[in-house]
């Protein structure tokens, strides 16, 4: 069974730059869940697709946007860079019809945004 | 709105002692699930354990196992025979059939005395 994999690992980009990040669902998951993590901080939910859709979003302004491919693949795009943007990006995957509601995570994509 | 409370920054405990965590939660939600993620040095979130609400027996997972207090919203962690790996970033987090989003805590960071 293959974990949830992310991609790139660490990044570093100028405010005002945009960036996409990478994230691989555990085989068998057809949900996958974006985080942001400051430092020293719990990670916030930023939001989730399901079946190719968006399905929840929190509290994240419209330059996070998300897709999800038919393999539950899934990226997290950020346009208009910010300095408070700089935080891990953490993906996680879960099968949302087996009721179990337990989330996998990777083992996220450190961004700097400088 | 969910809210999940950690308010133990840091806890240490020696070596192949016990140590309790503490997390306190609120939902206005019926059905909702309580877990528990370590997230060592190395930043990969890890599923420690779950706590279905509907449940009255506390979940239990080797050296793992909570007290969980419905009534109190109450769910705390007890980690037995403690060892050098357990030390890491402890995060409590509630998730509701609704939203399907875990909202996390502040963290704990526990550390382990040899």
């Known amino acids: 069974e293959t974990g949830v994999t992310q991609s790139p690992t660490h990044l570093i980009k100028t405010r005002g730059q945009q960036v996409t990040l990478r994230c691989s669902s555990q085989?068998?998951?057809?949900?996958v869940s974006w985080y942001q993590q400051a430092l020293g901080q719990g990670p916030q939910f930023i939001f989730q697709y399901y079946r190719e859709e968006e399905n929840g979003r929190g509290n994240f302004p419209p330059r996070f946007s998300g897709l999800q491919f038919p393999n539950y693949s899934s990226e997290l795009n950020v346009n208009a860079l910010e300095l408070d943007d700089s935080a891990l990006y953490l993906c996680?995957?879960?099968?949302?019809?087996?009721?179990?509601?337990?989330?996998?995570f990777g083992p996220g994509t450190r961004l700097t945004v400088t | 709105a969910q809210t999940v409370t950690q308010s133990q920054p840091e806890m240490s405990v020696q070596e192949a002692e016990t140590v309790t965590l503490s997390c306190t939660y609120d939902?206005?939600?019926?059905?909702?699930?309580l877990f528990w993620y370590k997230q060592p040095p190395s930043r990969q979130m890890i599923l420690v354990i779950r706590q279905e609400a509907y449940k009255q027996q506390n979940a239990t997972e080797n050296r793992f196992s909570v007290n969980f207090q419905k009534a109190a919203k109450s769910f705390s962690l007890k980690i037995s025979d403690s060892q050098l790996g357990d030390a890491a970033m402890y995060f409590c987090?509630?998730?509701?059939?609704?939203?399907?989003?875990?909202?996390f805590g502040q963290g704990t960071r526990l550390t382990i005395n040899p």
């Open positions: 996680a995957s879960s099968h949302r019809d087996t009721l179990r509601y337990e989330q996998y």
């Open positions: 085989s068998g998951h057809n949900t």
């Open positions: 987090a509630s998730l509701t059939e609704g939203a399907q989003k875990l909202v």
């Open positions: 939902t206005s939600e019926s059905d909702y699930y």
